[in-house]
């Protein structure tokens, strides 16, 4: 029974990450160490130092965990912002097709937040930086109105072009390579 985090304060929420980045890059640049190792929530919860603030961090994260999909990795973690930057750039890309009817059943399915049906053209759009590829609306969607498709065959509208050929892919075929897919 996970909380979903209401669209306007995951849209503030998730730019928690990229300030804890910059702050990160700030203080290892100013201290000349890397501080973030007192603070990151896995080493504390492996080397109990009896560091008071940081096991309260991380009894904080393990709570909100319970009732949040990751909250650790959508809203504060540094390494988070990294790889939503590195998403962006990402050679496989999900994207809506054709087929997308917009009945919202693929943006009730997603933990992360990244779907979201446009209210005009009734088309899913998604943020890239977002979505982690687990295939969870992919999995859900009854009209094959996502894919996974390489990122060249996308036009700027993400709109995909009817010279690529269109082959659904399972969510355990993410990250292997065209050759093993094909």
């Not at 804890?20 to 190792?37: N, Q, S």
């Not at 990151?40 to 560091?51: C, E, I, K, S, T």
């Not at 943006?107 to 977002?130: F, H, P, W, Y």
């Not at 065959?153 to 993410?174: Q, W, Y």
Request: positive net charge.
């Amino acid at each position: 029974n996970a909380i979903t985090v209401s669209p306007p304060l995951h849209r503030w929420l998730k730019y928690l990450k990229y300030v804890a980045l910059v702050a990160l890059i700030a203080a290892v640049r100013c201290a000349g160490e890397p501080v973030f190792e007192r603070w990151d929530p896995f080493r504390v919860a492996w080397d109990l130092d009896g560091a008071l603030t940081p096991l309260v961090v991380l009894g904080a994260i393990i709570i909100a965990s319970v009732f949040i999909y990751r909250p650790w990795c959508r809203y504060l973690c540094p390494m988070g912002a990294v790889f939503a930057l590195a998403s962006r750039f990402s050679l496989l890309r999900l994207a809506p097709e054709s087929s997308c009817v917009g009945c919202k059943l693929c943006v009730k399915n997603c933990g992360s937040q990244s779907l979201a049906v446009d209210g005009e053209t009734k088309r899913v759009t998604i943020d890239q930086g977002e979505c982690i590829s687990c295939g969870a609306c992919r999995s859900v969607c009854r009209k094959e109105g996502l894919c996974l498709s390489p990122r060249l065959s996308l036009k700027k509208t993400g709109e995909r072009r009817s010279d690529v050929k269109n082959t659904p892919m399972a969510p355990e075929m993410i990250g292997r390579a065209a050759s093993e897919v094909e």
